[in-house]
């Protein structure tokens, strides 16, 4: 299968690479595109040695499926590009989520959703994917009425300019702020801007994203998302409300058979997830599961994953899978 991935030379793009590689994805063919001053340079991918070309000599190579992780103007700009000529895009980008006509897509809650016809299809946000994966089999079973959620979100979510800056200062090393303030030893109770109504755009993504991907409007949703000096993935402390009562056992059974979630959650022994332990894994962590003593129904849990991982390349590459194991893309069968 010819695979390109738009914005190759990038943090989540390399890991895509990664994933796709990691995986056996079967491509026999690799297409890496980035940016004007990458055009001409290589990068190696299983032992060979690729060039990067533009987005237009990509899309006349015909490739089956084109990855994207090169932000949302680009997107908007070239995804319609390689659609229009017959390619599944698969974009990482905030471009597309909200967009009525496309799907926005986390495998393990509703893959099935997607045709033959989707030619843009939406990754969603880092913090909303491990969040869905973790609500979906409960959702199912007790049916959500509300989620609070505040995130504690890793540098590595800005990207690689953000990580020079965390080891910049800490170093004592005078160098580029992407970050309005100093992140290390401290939080920055701000992801993305701010909009009308307090929220930041990251927070208002958590809200939107949650009710499509599960399909469920009703769901009351509010977030809180902050960054804060780690690497390895984001964490999140997450309250659930739910429309029946629920068996705390039965939670961790439920939690434990849902399809890319692992419970970690043994505090006689102080297992619970950490994005150390969360690095450069595919699943999503749960733990600290206790009951909410101050409302019925409610449950109080920790969800941490590797946000570039499933929060974004790994996620990907499992749609992509998905589709060419179902024959949406390419000629492959059972990926």
């Known amino acids: 299968m010819k695979v390109a991935v738009v914005g190759a030379t990038g943090l989540v793009g390399t890991k895509m690479l990664q994933v796709l590689d990691e995986r056996n994805f079967p491509v026999t063919e690799l297409i890496p595109v980035a940016s004007a001053k990458s055009i001409g340079k290589e990068i190696t991918f299983k032992g060979k040695q690729y060039k990067i070309v533009s987005a237009e000599d990509a899309i006349k190579q015909k490739p089956d499926v084109a990855i994207f992780s090169a932000g949302g103007s680009t997107s908007l700009e070239q995804a319609p590009l390689f659609a229009n000529a017959g390619i599944t895009v698969i974009d990482n980008s905030s471009a597309w989520r909200m967009d009525p006509t496309k799907k926005l897509v986390v495998p393990e809650v509703n893959a099935d959703a997607l045709t033959a016809e989707d030619k843009i299809i939406a990754n969603p946000n880092c913090s909303t994917i491990q969040m869905v994966v973790a609500l979906k089999p409960l959702h199912d079973r007790y049916k959500i009425k509300r989620v609070v959620v505040s995130t504690?979100?890793?540098?590595?979510?800005?990207?690689?300019?953000?990580?020079?800056?965390?080891?910049?200062?800490?170093?004592?090393?005078?160098?580029?702020?992407?970050?309005?303030?100093?992140?290390?030893?401290?939080?920055?109770?701000?992801?993305?801007?701010?909009?009308?109504?307090?929220?930041?755009?990251?927070?208002?993504?958590?809200?939107?994203?949650?009710?499509?991907?599960?399909?469920?409007?009703?769901?009351?949703?509010?977030?809180?998302?902050?960054?804060?000096?780690?690497?390895?993935?984001?964490?999140?402390?997450?309250?659930?409300?739910?429309?029946?009562?629920?068996?705390?056992?039965?939670?961790?059974?439920?939690?434990?058979?849902?399809?890319?979630?692992?419970?970690?959650?043994?505090?006689?022994?102080?297992?619970?997830?950490?994005?150390?332990?969360?690095?450069?894994?595919?699943?999503?962590?749960?733990?600290?599961?206790?009951?909410?003593?101050?409302?019925?129904?409610?449950?109080?849990?920790?969800?941490?994953?590797?946000?570039?991982?499933?929060?974004?390349?790994?996620?990907?590459?499992?749609?992509?899978?998905?589709?060419?194991?179902?024959?949406?893309?390419g000629h492959a069968v059972g990926v």
């Open 152 to 329: 504690y979100q890793s540098v590595t979510g800005t990207g690689v300019k953000a990580v020079d800056q965390l080891f910049n200062e800490r170093n004592g090393v005078d160098g580029p702020k992407v970050y309005p303030y100093t992140i290390d030893l401290n939080v920055i109770p701000q992801i993305d801007v701010f909009t009308e109504n307090g929220y930041t755009k990251e927070e208002m993504k958590m809200i939107l994203e949650t009710k499509k991907i599960m399909g469920d409007d009703s769901i009351a949703v509010t977030a809180t998302t902050v960054r804060i000096p780690v690497m390895g993935g984001h964490s999140e402390s997450v309250n659930i409300e739910f429309a029946h009562e629920y068996d705390l056992a039965e939670v961790r059974e439920v939690l434990a058979n849902a399809p890319g979630v692992v419970v970690v959650d043994d505090v006689a022994n102080l297992k619970y997830p950490m994005p150390l332990d969360a690095h450069d894994k595919d699943e999503v962590f749960v733990g600290r599961l206790r009951r909410d003593e101050t409302q019925p129904n409610t449950l109080n849990c920790w969800i941490v994953s590797d946000n570039l991982r499933k929060g974004a390349a790994t996620n990907a590459v499992q749609i992509a899978e998905y589709l060419a194991s179902k024959n949406l893309i």
